[in-house]
């Protein structure tokens, strides 16, 4: 059964660092082009990044471009996001998300496999 779980969310404060982390299980992570996305109360899901199968294609949102990182171990079916300067309107919960193709993806619908999320609250 595929299966991600993020992990990692906290409560920091603005300029502060973190490092999410979604672990997969089953074969949909070894070939799928993976996100993260995340909402916040009151807000619709909006991307945040997204990698594909190999690391050589990623993606940003304008808003943590510079920011925030994505990469991923395929060996230990982990994807990382790491965030370095967080501000307050990054707060939300994070989710990971697989999708059944090597292509990357903004768009939300496209992701077959969803992790349960991870709350992130920045203080300022």
């Known amino acids: 059964q595929d299966q991600l779980v993020e992990s990692g969310g906290g409560l920091v404060q603005a300029g502060d660092s973190l490092r999410l982390a979604c672990v997969g299980s089953g074969p949909a992570f070894t070939i799928s082009a993976m996100g993260w996305f995340r909402q916040a109360p009151g807000k619709e899901r909006e991307f945040v990044a997204t990698i594909n199968w190999k690391s050589t294609s990623v993606s940003y949102a304008d808003s943590v471009r510079g920011r925030f990182t994505v990469s991923r171990d395929n060996a230990k079916q982990i994807m990382y996001l790491q965030m370095i300067n967080v501000k307050p309107e990054d707060t939300a919960t994070y989710y990971c998300?697989?999708?059944?193709?090597?292509?990357?993806?903004?768009?939300?619908?496209?992701?077959?496999?969803w992790g349960q999320g991870t709350q992130v609250t920045v203080s300022s």
């Open positions: 998300a697989a999708r059944d193709s090597a292509l990357t993806s903004l768009d939300p619908t496209q992701y077959n496999f």
